[in-house]
């Protein structure tokens, strides 16, 4: 498997050892099963890590691997940070199982690429994409999956693929997690169909902060041209507009996708001052 470490960074970490990026890094076996978490680090503050280890270690549990020590995993990520400040980045968690040692773990900076100031006022367009994830709610590599997503991102020459399933239902987008909105209710697929992402579980408690209704349900393509707006939520994307699905345009962004917006913004900021 490919390890796609950001040279431009000093150091990275390999199971408790912080080593610099001169090193190289351990080969991952290419039929290993790997398990993998994303963090945005903004200031060299990791954003909602404490979430995020704990969806890793669900997926660890899972996937019958050797259970993580999650305090240590922070306390060496801290270290990483400390010896690697970065002003705005992706720590990528790399984790596999090695028959005679256990689990693996390696934490790198990935060249991360995040959406322009015109996306987040005028929206992204999107694909669908026939096909599903075998397990959806455990974050594991998937390099078919990947590789159909980024062919047909490239193709369409879109932002991102919503992900269909056999029914003709939207699950999740190939790196975000997929919202509706139908009149003034927020509508997003059911958790134990898609990934369930740090930012949409955030997303899902300010909708109801804030008023709004929010409820799970399976969205049909038929109902696409039926939604007065759409959009993706993740690690990179955050709150993400939708313009365009398919060859369904949407006039204008609702207030309820900009309020959401605006509140979890207004999250990350309270946690960068804190």
Known sequence: MKINIDKTERYYLYNTNILPIDVPPPVIPENDKVIYEVIRIIGSKPLFIKEHLKRLEQSVKMSDFTPINNSELYKNISELLKSNPVNEKNLRITLWSNKNAGNEILAYFTESKYPTPDDFILGINVELLPMERNNPNVKLENPSLRASADKAICLSQTAEVLLIDNHGFITEGSRSNFFAVFNNTIVTPPTHDVLEGITRTIIIDLAKKKGFECIQEPVHINKIQKMDGAFITGTSTKVLPI????????????IIIKTLMMAYDELILQILNN
């Open 243 to 254: 313009n365009r699905i398919g060859d369904t345009e949407f006039k204008d962004i609702p």
